[in-house]
Antibody
Framework: QITLKESGPTLVKPTQTLTLTCTFS??????????VGWIRQPPGKALEWLAL???????RYSPSLKNRLTVTKDTSRNQVVLTLTNVDPVDTATYYC????????????????WGQGMLVTVSS | DIQLTQSPSSVSASVGDRVTITCRAS??????LAWYQQKPGQAPNLLIY???ALQSGVPSRFSGSGSGTDFTLTISSLQPEDFATYFC?????????FGGGTKVEFK
């Protein structure tokens, strides 16, 4: 059974760096095709895709955040870490990590398992 | 970036109603579209992928159609647990993008 869970600070001050950890089970990020995405959702608003990290060295980022965003993986600990620098109140959102859909041996850019989400507030 | 426009932004319906939600892409995306359901305080739940493929475990009253720029999510007979917000997502190209959402409310 696949599960994911986000962890990290719930309150961050403007200009600081936000670091969130996604700890997962039921799959391995060393398996070919596997990917983990990050998506966020400001309160009462729509979803925004942030990044997707693959089993190999490839990563994809939202262009609007690429200069501030880094995603890394620790395969041995089954974790993916999101780092967002120079945060602003507009970065206040629930942050989700999610597993890339796999069907009959095909991997897709959709997300079938999600973490419960973590609300991060940026405020002084 | 590919923009996804959902309509309506909200719809009032009753149990048993047929509900249709539309998602329009700013450029052609073939069939690279998914639909998610989100209830308050919960993570999104994948319903439909590749425009019309029903995700495992999702009731058959949910269906998706369309290709190119125009897509539809249909709930054939609305059930009490279907009152939620629905989002579309394109997977044709990066950055992946989501629609603004459609809230299905009690009439």
């Amino acid at each position: 059974q696949i599960t994911l869970k986000e962890s990290g600070p719930t309150l961050v001050k403007p200009t600081q760096t936000l670091t969130l950890t996604c700890t997962f089970s039921g799959f391995s990020l060393s398996t070919s095709g596997v990917g983990v995405g990050w998506i966020r959702q400001p309160p009462g608003k729509a979803l925004e895709w942030l990044a997707l990290i693959y089993w190999d060295v490839n990563e994809r980022y939202s262009p609007s955040l690429k200069n501030r965003l880094t995603v890394t993986k620790d395969t041995s600990r089954n974790q993916v870490v999101l780092t967002l620098t120079n945060v602003d109140p507009v970065d206040t959102a629930t942050y989700y990590c999610a597993h890339r859909l796999l069907t009959s041996g095909s991997y897709w850019r959709y997300f079938d398992y999600w973490g419960q989400g973590m609300l991060v507030t940026v405020s002084s | 970036d590919i923009q996804l426009t959902q309509s309506p932004s909200s719809v009032s319906a009753s149990v048993g109603d047929r509900v249709t939600i539309t998602c329009r892409a700013s450029q052609g995306i073939s069939s690279w579209l998914a639909w998610y359901q989100q209830k308050p305080g919960q993570a999104p739940n994948l319903l439909i992928y590749a425009a019309s493929a029903l995700q495992s475990g999702v009731p058959s009253r949910f269906s998706g159609s369309g290709s190119g720029t125009d897509f539809t999510l249909t709930i054939s007979s609305l059930q009490p647990e279907d009152f939620a917000t629905y989002f579309c997502q394109q997977a044709y190209s990066f950055p992946l993008t989501f629609g603004g959402g459609t809230k299905v409310e009690f009439k």
